[in-house]
């Protein structure tokens, strides 16, 4: 089992940044990737960024050159900067972490002004 808190989101005007984290704990050895997903109202949950455990990532291609996702493998965490936020990134941030099976943080919400 592993368990993910996420912190940071919040309200911000568009421009704007925030930074989320999560920590990560129970079975750590076990996880591969870990990323964050976003799902916004009406919306499907989607990809935003991910990282494995060598330091790939991955990002979705609304997010590119405006969010970075990083990883500290010593300190079981991850976060997702985020930088020149837009309204359209309003949405519930989850964490995720893949194992032979995924776990989800409890969500954090980016609300993003006009």
């Known amino acids: 089992q592993v368990q993910l808190v996420e912190s940071g989101g919040g309200l911000v005007q568009a421009g704007g940044s925030l930074r989320l984290s999560c920590a990560a704990s129970?079975?750590?050895?076990?996880?591969?990737?870990m990323g964050w997903y976003r799902q916004a109202p009406g919306k499907q949950r989607e990809l935003v960024a991910a990282?494995?455990?060598?330091?790939?990532?991955n990002y979705a291609y609304s997010v590119k050159g405006r969010f970075t996702i990083s990883r500290d493998n010593d300190k079981n965490t991850v976060a997702l900067q985020m930088n020149s936020l837009k309204p359209e990134d309003t949405a519930v941030y989850y964490c995720n972490a893949q194992t032979y099976r995924a776990y989800w943080g409890q969500g954090t919400q980016v609300t993003v002004s006009s």
């Open positions: 990282i494995t455990s060598d330091g790939s990532t």
């Open positions: 129970g079975s750590i050895f076990s996880i591969n990737a």
